[in-house]
């Protein structure tokens, strides 16, 4: 134990702060703030506008707030509601006066399972659900052990309820009357936890804690940064990806008013422009008058027609092996009972609505930033190489997101590394770069195309007897350090999730894989690998169902092993969810099924498809989930109801990213057209397996089931199966 | 550089500016009121509606020499007014936001049909907020939020 202070604020701003250490790192903080106590301590001076510890989790102050630091980035998840309600469960703190608090970069906010500071793989619950409530538990033990010094009782004499503790003879005080006593006592090392009968937040529906701010234009995302002198910069990056500057007029550009300077800049790959100026539409009205030749020798002009007929001749070759099933069990099926199905997928941008943007100031030994990332402690990391400084001397704020969707988090940290380069540039200047929608839709790091060609040899049964698979695709975390996780004997398991490990019982299972390297950076896109494999798998199984002439949801169920329970139960429900209408279909109306687990959840998803102008119109989405405890079942309908949504990108007519000679077709919401109102279900109705298992992901297993949902309902349609994304017109 | 006077939420205000400045990047940049967002630039995505002499507008393509004298309100303002105060309660109260960087384009947007159509059917919906895009896809929210209310509108006699 050990009392932590930290001594600059202490002294400069002129208020007292006490922090706790426990094994995980400081726990509980009290602020004396003149502000909140009314105690002019410090004589007048301000307080910092934003007060944040980088090494606490719950601080008490005297007004009785509670501010809950969160331990991950907000861009939508509801991460900052839910990992407060476990804490404040715990704890016994009273809701109305909870505040959850972006954590900026810090040894103490690391994922637990993942060992950095990061959102992904739909594990922010998961990962931290011990942790919050256990953080919350403790923090209510010394507030009871500050109580029972005061009144000269002992614990089992207290009870709390709402940021109080009461004790013997109706005496109480306030956890803010107790929080300095209690940030004195030590940490216990073990507390109980709440059974789920105790659980007063936890389980029940409890609304975000940052809607109001949303919606009357207060809450201020990293693009919404506003620092005294800041400049705004713009890169033009080049055409063709890793392409370098050759030769760059600029004086047009460096006459628009308001422009600070226009320098050559390098980037992860190759090289490009960069515009400082003090405000954005000046810079990128500079951007917009450079003449820039480019040198291209040496880069390869990825092309995708090229490209899928370079995938489809290797998906003809077996791959790398990730299941080793009987290649020879084909041989026992006929011709006639053997389906050749060829799937193609093409690059998807994550497009999430606030651009991409980063804010550094740098003053030579130490450095400031605001960034709304996934991944603070890689970002941090790869700032201080680019500034010549250690990451603790990169203090990284946490800003709120714009939606990622995994763009967020990437390896290379390139949007911080050309921040960086920038902020270098201008010292003691805080300097916004901003990515216009240009530079995302065709910047680059994509979700990767895929070729998926898979035979299926179909038993007497009815059911799959021989099964050969063979995906063609970049891999995600070539080259990255996330590869001596990821990639296992040469396969990426970003590539082959959803389809090495199925969950239905298929018989002589073989599945290959090629990485083909090619010149476009690729990237994880909301539930990865699931994005396309479940495509593959539940459209195969659909087309199965259909032709052993049985219904489609009893097929899953007697396809899936006995262990699925995960889907199982999820079936079982959607079955009597849908009872209603599942068979009462108006006239051109079908109905579409699909089950996927991803993250550990597992989800079923029926759907209610007519034509309208040719594309699909979805009236109805029903979805039965099971992703263990719900800790906050309104988050998880709102992550499912609109995750089908995000996941019907997909099938977007002008859904893809594609290249022509090296360059990005598209550059817009114009040519990369997002679901919009009309795309979108018209209701979904979301039901939770009751469940008092550990909690698993919800932020991605929403999207891969809906896609395939929707073309099996097509198909039942049309009679047409619809294997190339994006779909085309019907 | 030219002066110009704009009506923002009922008030005056001055900003000196090139005029090819889209009126979006000067209630951001110049009047620091950044309710209003950035998403794409060329309305195709109404991240930045705001109403303009009361009419729903993509503030992103507008340059501020084009406004006038007509009067400006974003969603920093659209409380004060009844439907607008109406329909930001019911996106709290049906928890309508996840990421919530479109919304306040689409709260501008729903106010906007909510002004001239008292009970809207799914048709209308479609049709007024069918140019705003949300990449979370909150959609079957914002649809639900909108018929909450109209709703509530009608029941206070507005």
């Known amino acids: 134990m050990s009392i932590a202070t930290n001594s600059h604020v202490l002294h400069r701003r002129g208020f007292l702060r006490v922090s706790f250490a426990a094994a995980s790192g400081l726990l509980v903080s009290l602020y004396l703030d003149p502000r909140f106590a009314g105690a002019q301590e410090g004589g007048g001076q301000q307080p910092p506008a934003k007060v944040y510890p980088p090494d606490a989790f719950v601080n008490i102050r005297p007004d009785g707030k509670i501010v809950i630091q969160v331990n991950r980035l907000e861009f939508g998840q509801g991460v900052q509601t839910a990992l407060p309600m476990l804490l404040a469960d715990e704890m016994d703190a009273d809701w109305k006066n909870v505040i959850g608090h972006l954590a900026p970069a810090a040894d103490v906010y690391k994922d637990p399972m993942f060992g950095i500071q990061m959102v992904g793989g739909s594990g922010s619950i998961a990962h931290s659900f011990q942790q919050y409530r256990e953080v919350g538990a403790k923090t209510r033990a010394m507030l009871i052990a500050a109580a029972t010094d005061r009144w000269n009782t002992t614990a089992d004499q207290c009870r709390t309820e709402a940021s109080v503790v009461h004790g013997p003879g109706g005496r109480s005080a306030t956890y803010a009357e107790l929080a300095a006593d209690a940030a004195r006592k030590p940490v216990p090392t073990t507390v109980r936890l709440k059974n789920s009968s105790e659980m007063k937040l936890v389980g029940k529906k409890v609304k975000r804690l940052d809607s109001r701010a949303k919606c009357d234009g207060t809450l201020k995302f990293g693009l919404d940064l506003d620092l005294p002198g800041m400049k705004v910069a713009v890169i033009a990056h080049p055409p063709v990806f890793g392409a370098r500057v050759k030769r760059i007029g600029d004086n047009e550009a460096r006459s628009v008013e308001g422009v600070r300077d226009v320098f050559e800049i390098q980037l992860v790959k190759g090289s490009g422009v960069a515009v400082v100026a003090d405000k954005f539409w000046p810079a990128k009205q500079a951007r917009d008058r450079l003449k820039i030749e480019w040198d291209m020798t040496g880069v390869e002009a990825a092309d995708s027609t090229e490209l899928w007929t370079r995938y489809k001749q290797l998906s003809l070759t077996p791959g790398t092996v990730a299941v080793n099933g009987d290649l020879k069990a084909m041989d026992q099926v006929v011709a006639r009972n053997r389906i050749v199905a060829e799937y193609e997928f093409p690059f998807l941008a994550h497009a999430p609505m606030e651009p991409l943007n980063t804010t550094i100031r740098f003053d030579g030994d130490r450095a400031e930033v605001w960034a709304g990332s996934q991944f603070q402690t890689v970002d941090q990391m790869a700032i201080a190489e680019v500034l010549g400084l250690k990451p603790e001397q990169v203090t990284f704020h946490t800003e709120m997101a714009g939606g990622g969707f995994g763009r967020r988090a990437v390896a290379d940290s390139h949007v911080q590394r050309e921040a960086a380069t920038i902020a270098k540039r201008f010292r003691g200047t805080p300097v916004k770069l901003v990515w216009t929608r240009e530079d995302d839709v065709q910047g680059g790091y994509y979700r990767p195309m895929h070729f998926h060609r898979v035979e299926v040899g179909i038993g007497p049964d009815g059911f799959p007897a021989a099964w050969r698979h063979v995906i063609v695709g970049q891999s995600i975390t070539a080259d990255t350090p996330f590869a001596a996780f990821v990639v296992k004997n040469g396969v990426d398991q970003t590539m082959t999730e959803g389809t090495a490990d199925s969950h239905y019982n298929i018989r002589n299972l073989h599945v290959s894989v090629h990485h083909p390297k090619v010149n476009v950076p690729v990237l994880w896109w909301r539930s990865v690998g699931h994005t396309h494999t479940a495509f593959v798998m539940e459209t195969l199984i659909d087309e199965l169902a259909l032709r052993a002439k049985m219904d489609p949801i009893a097929y899953r169920r007697k396809l899936l092993k006995p262990e699925a329970k995960k889907l199982l139960g999820p079936l079982a429900l959607l079955e009597t969810a849908t009872a209603a209408w599942r068979n009462r279909l108006p006239k051109g109306h079908a109905l579409g099924i699909s089950c996927h687990e991803s993250f550990g959840t597992g989800v079923a998803c029926a759907v209610d498809v007519s034509i309208e102008n040719k594309r699909p119109r979805i009236h109805r989405a029903t979805l039965a989930v099971d992703c263990g405890l719900a800790v906050n079942p309104l988050s998880v309908e709102s992550q499912f109801q609109a995750g089908v949504g995000f996941g019907l990108s997909q099938l977007m007519a002008k859904g893809a990213i594609t290249l022509k000679g090296g360059r990005v077709e598209q550059r817009n919401f114009d040519g990369f057209v997002p679901p919009y109102i009309i795309d979108a279900p018209m209701a979904v109705d979301v039901h939770i397996v009751p469940s008092g298992e550990a909690p698993t992901g919800c932020g991605e297993p929403p999207v891969p089931v809906i896609s395939p949902a929707v073309v099996n309902a097509l198909a039942r349609l049309t009679g047409k199966r619809y294997r190339t994304l994006p779909l085309a017109n019907i | ?158």
């Open chain 2, 1 to 158: 550089m030219a002066t110009f006077k704009l009506n923002v939420n009922g008030q005056t205000k001055e900003v000196t500016v090139d005029p090819s400045t889209p009126l979006l990047w000067v209630l951001r940049e110049d009047l620091k009121m950044t309710g209003t967002k950035f998403g794409c630039g060329i309305s195709a995505c109404g991240a930045c509606t705001v109403h303009v002499g009361g009419i729903a507008t993509r503030s992103c393509i507008v340059p501020i020499s084009h406004i006038g004298d007509r009067p400006i309100v974003t969603i920093e303002g659209i409380g004060q007014d009844l439907v607008g105060r109406a329909v930001q309660d019911s996106w709290v109260e049906t928890d309508v936001v996840q990421c919530g960087y479109c919304q306040s384009g689409q709260i501008m947007a729903a106010v906007a049909l909510l002004k001239h159509t008292k009970q809207p059917t799914d048709k209308n919906i479609d049709e007024s907020m069918g140019g705003n895009v949300c990449r979370c896809a909150t959609y079957p929210r914002i649809r639900e939020a909108i018929k909450n209310a109209a709703a509530e509108l009608r029941k206070g006699g507005a």
